[in-house]
């Protein structure tokens, strides 16, 4: 017999809608993206805001010298937060025509940045899109492209694989990244049954756990496409990450619905969390 399935326990509530979590210094960081706010849950359950992002915050990340980098969706900006202010890092509107949306930093400070493609919120029709590669000084620039809603992004520990989500292919894409951030060799990491990637992170065995909203759960994927693992969650799984001490915590970000209006009106999102056996690795 297998072991039993893991169960969620819920750490904090009343958020609008989570989205980016990342665990950096001891706590885990996460947008709380329809209330325009960044905040920080610690693991006794305490939310605490960071700071207002007006055109709604999603991927999170922070430069070697430790201001965070923030991606504004609305007006598709990186922005720069050095805990006092807001600045603008990077415009991205000549590169990306809808929303952007998540970001994973490398430890040289240079953000790939994900974007819709088209209109989501209104149904528009769907169109393919690019990652976008943002240096440390802010200059910018397509890092690859006919991606189907790429996502999520992690990047293995010894910086040489990025591994990115397509939601609307049902599959996890990896590239080589070079010694300048350029992306190369393409080529199908997992192809999904059933599963929708949104948010993911990666573990100390080359595995990616990641966050399927249609499918409420969280899986763990091994290279290949084999599922090593599945957390069924009551409402929509949005995004997870590894952290804690041991980095064996996995944090679950939930939600009753994807649209704005919805979740406004129910403030119901959560943050929930399980131990694993794997501890997380790599960025983010």
Known sequence: MGSPPRKLSVLATGLV??????WHERRLWLSDMHANRVVTVDEDGRVDRIVRVAGRPSGLGWLPDGRMLVVSMDDRKLLRYDGRSLETHADLSDLAEHEINDMVVDEQGRAYVSQFGFDLHHQGPFAKTDILLVEPDGRARRAAGDLAFPNGMVITPDGKTLIVGESFAARLTAFDVAEDGSLSNRRVFAKLEGATPDGICLDAEGCVWLASPPSKECLR?????????RIATETQAIACMLGGNDRRTLFVLTSESIDPDECLKKKSARVETVKVDVAGAGLP
């Open 17 to 22: 809608f989570g989205e980016g979590p990342r």
């Open 221 to 229: 994927v091994r290279e290949g496409g084999e599922v090593l693992e």
